[in-house]
């Protein structure tokens, strides 16, 4: 079993110090990632059902990752997640292709479709269209890193006669983890993605999907390309971590655990939280 933190971008890891604290003791324990959060924009007043406070500070995913990979030297670097239709996708292939050469090729992608109508509204984005909108921007991402001559065109992302280098240093393209639920996500994830990442579950949850995800790749119903290999399985979990869950989430078929850090820490304090989840639940 893998595991990661999440949260490295916010809240008591939106200070410089603490981030940086956060990840070099998580790398010098053994953790094999660090996952960031993303809002754009938090809406004021919370909608309902939606509990994240609108003063809530969120480093951007790419700066704070950035950041991080010149304090850090073999943890990996994963956007958990950026919400695709929020941006624009050749920016975004020329941010993730830099960022991950600078890390020396320890960028993980995880990309996911958002929820929060608001926030798109507030983008100017159609929340309705944002399931396309990711596919077609997946496709055009995908071209430029990959195609010698890139070249796409779809219904929101268009272009031809272009390069955009440096190209990502994992070739063809980095990992790409997709996160939801919903079946168009499952299918995106076995159809597309090296990996898929499941937020705020608990075990009946990881149990549901991991059920639908082997019933999806029955022959006839999603065909997963063979040199995507095996989907990697991450998943962050809504109720406290015990070594007995560890082991459950092990036999099911769980490759990693990402735990969220402390939203309101000093270093001494992150610094107990890590250690004690590396002492605990990892096996050396």
Not at 27 to 48: A, K, M, N, Q, Y
Not at 106 to 114: D, F, K, N, P, W
Not at 141 to 154: F, L, T, V
């Amino acid at each position: 079993m893998k595991f990661g933190l999440h949260g490295i971008n916010y809240g008591s890891c939106s200070i410089p110090e603490n981030m940086i604290h956060a990840a070099q003791t998580a790398e010098r324990c053994g953790f094999d990632s660090l996952w960031t959060g993303e809002h754009i924009v938090l809406p004021d007043p919370p909608p309902r059902g939606f509990h994240q406070p609108p003063d809530r500070p969120y480093l951007d995913s790419l700066i704070a990752l950035t950041y991080l990979a010149a304090h850090t030297y073999t943890i990996r670097l994963a956007t958990g997640i950026i919400i695709l239709p929020q941006r624009n996708p050749l920016v975004l292939a020329k941010e993730l292709a830099s960022l991950d050469v600078l890390s020396a090729g320890r960028l993980v992608v995880g990309l996911g479709v958002g929820y929060l109508e608001p926030e798109f509204r507030a983008l100017g984005i159609p929340f309705e269209e944002r399931g396309e909108r990711t596919d077609d921007y997946l496709a055009a991402m995908e071209a430029i890193w990959s195609q010698p001559k890139p070249a796409y065109h779809g219904r929101f992302a268009s272009f031809a006669n272009v390069q955009s280098y440096p190209r990502p240093l994992q070739r063809p393209i980095p990992p790409l983890v997709f996160g939801g639920q919903a079946l168009p996500a499952l299918r995106r994830a076995l159809e597309r993605g090296h990996g898929w990442y499941g937020f705020d579950l608990n075990l009946s949850g990881i149990a549901r999907v991991l059920e639908t995800l082997q019933q999806l790749a029955l022959p006839d119903l999603v065909t997963r390309p063979t040199e995507l290999g095996k989907l990697e399985i991450s998943v962050h979990l809504r109720v406290p971590l015990t070594v007995d869950l560890v082991e459950q989430l092990a036999a099911k078929g769980v490759d990693r655990i990402v735990v969220s850090l402390p939203l309101n820490a000093d270093t001494d304090t992150l610094t107990r939280f890590i250690e004690r989840i590396a002492k605990t639940m990892m096996k050396k």
